[in-house]
């Protein structure tokens, strides 16, 4: 212990532990968190199997056949099947001569057809947009957790 009179000098106040308040916590922590992301963002440039394109939320001519007809059993709309290369090559000008087509004459529509018609309905749906933002944000909150049913 130093005696009453004496001040500190320079290099004993350096040598003083830094507080750790909450705040500085936060800083230093969101200092680390931002050199990670930067560090992060410059060496990783894939994420495996995962890494594909984004589709567009409303591009509907992306989306293959199978996901345009579980969109339309998902709603109930009673719509054709898509052809299949087979049957296009049929509906051609050639193809409307052969016997196969006098065979198959069933009611299909092209994949262009659907996805524009699929593209209609769900721009006609009506959206709550108060319920959804609540529903985001109460899943965000409670992702992790499990329900308990408590008495």
Do not use: C
Request: glycine content about 2%; proline content about 5%.
């Amino acid at each position: 212990m130093a005696p009453r009179g004496h001040k500190e000098s320079a290099s004993e106040s350096e040598a003083k532990p830094v507080s750790n308040s909450r705040s500085s916590n936060k800083a230093r922590n969101a200092v680390a968190q931002a050199a990670q992301q930067e560090f992060l963002s410059r060496h990783i440039n894939s994420n495996g199997p995962h890494d594909k394109p984004k589709v567009k939320p409303l591009d509907f001519m992306a989306f293959n056949e199978a996901t345009l007809d579980k969109y339309s059993k998902q709603y109930n709309l009673d719509m054709p099947d898509t052809q299949t290369l087979n049957e296009n090559i049929l509906s051609s000008e050639i193809g409307k001569k052969t016997s196969s087509y006098k065979k198959s004459q069933i009611n299909k529509i092209s994949k262009i057809e659907k996805a524009n018609s699929l593209k209609k309905h769900f721009m006609a749906l009506p959206s709550r947009e108060n319920e959804i933002i609540t529903n985001f944000l109460y899943k965000v909150r409670n992702q992790d957790k499990d329900f308990k049913l408590s008495f």
